[in-house]
């Protein structure tokens, strides 16, 4: 699982920082939270095609998390794509998507589905869940969870003892399909260990602090979180529905994360150093996001 910050700015883009997207390279294909204008010329900067992309996520309907839905989906097209593109988002996203498609003059040449959604799990597949949890911003905003699922540790010597050898039997048996050995019913409860977690990673979208965000993030291993403003600026990060890096750290602690990412930073800021310094007085394991960053998740064990 490999995260690439394509964009890591709040509301306006500067010369470092484009709009908020980031990508997730796992389970052999390309998903995209957010996709902020521009999104397609960062991907392009570093060699990562967008017609990868089958799934994108869209935390709320401000302009700097979607505006670069047009430009890829036309581009998309004129690339000659057939694959289906699925968009998820909140209420809104539906309308949002039909405008786009009738945005200007191009032939659209692959379907899109959009799903409109709410809470709890969206999308599941033998290798991941994604699950999303509604937060508090001025407008509805959804972060998002992506867990990968981990297959039980296969005891090979038990299956030996039991009368199997080594073969198709024991994929048969990691996939939870019982085999007969001499007459005898063999089943994967006998040859597997405990269910064990897979990497986690949460993505916060644009929220002021929250219960929610607390209980949606424990135990994962990857916490990306938005941190607009410093402390200082607490009051105005309140009143427009954000986060300071001290909040962000604050949730990463009471969710007991392996590790915080702060991203959507301010165009105010020049010093990002002083903003992770603020964090680290309340939580250790910070990083502050930068464009074009890639972060291989690793797995710990809370």
Not at 225 to 250: C, D, F, P
């Amino acid at each position: 699982m490999e995260l690439i910050f394509l964009g890591t700015s709040s509301a306006l883009p500067t010369t470092k920082r484009n709009h908020s997207a980031i990508a997730l390279k796992a389970f052999g294909e390309v998903m995209l939270f957010d996709c902020g204008e521009g999104t397609q010329r960062q991907m392009a900067r570093i060699k990562l095609s967008p017609m990868k992309v089958d799934h994108i996520f869209i935390t709320h309907l401000h302009g700097d998390h979607f505006l670069g839905l047009p430009g890829m989906i036309q581009s998309m097209a004129f690339r000659g794509r057939k694959n289906p593109l699925y968009i998820y988002g909140p209420e809104g996203m539906i309308k949002t998507v039909e405008h786009i498609k009738n945005l200007g003059y191009y032939a659209l040449s692959f379907p899109i589905h959009v799903h409109e959604i709410k809470k709890g799990t969206i999308l599941q597949t033998e290798e991941y869940l994604i699950e999303c949890c509604p937060t508090h911003h001025s407008v509805l905003n959804l972060a998002y969870s992506v867990e990968e699922k981990r297959s039980p540790k296969f005891l090979r010597e038990k299956a030996i003892e039991l009368g199997l050898k080594p073969g198709p039997d024991f994929g048969k048996l990691q996939k939870g399909i019982p085999v007969e050995v001499n007459g005898v019913l063999i089943t994967p409860d006998q040859v597997l260990g405990k269910e064990r977690k897979g990497r986690r990673i949460v993505y916060s979208g644009d929220t002021k602090p929250c219960s929610e965000m607390v209980e949606f993030a424990t135990n994962a291993d990857v916490l990306i979180h938005e941190s607009t403003y410093e402390s200082s600026q607490e009051t105005k990060a309140l009143e427009n529905g954000h986060s300071t890096t001290t909040h962000a750290a604050r949730i990463a602690k009471e969710a007991d994360v392996s590790e915080l990412i702060l991203t959507h930073i301010s165009t105010r800021y020049r010093d990002i150093d002083s903003l992770s310094r603020e964090a680290r007085h309340i939580f250790n394991k910070v990083i502050m996001a930068e464009d074009f960053m890639t972060i291989d998740v690793k797995h710990h064990e809370n």
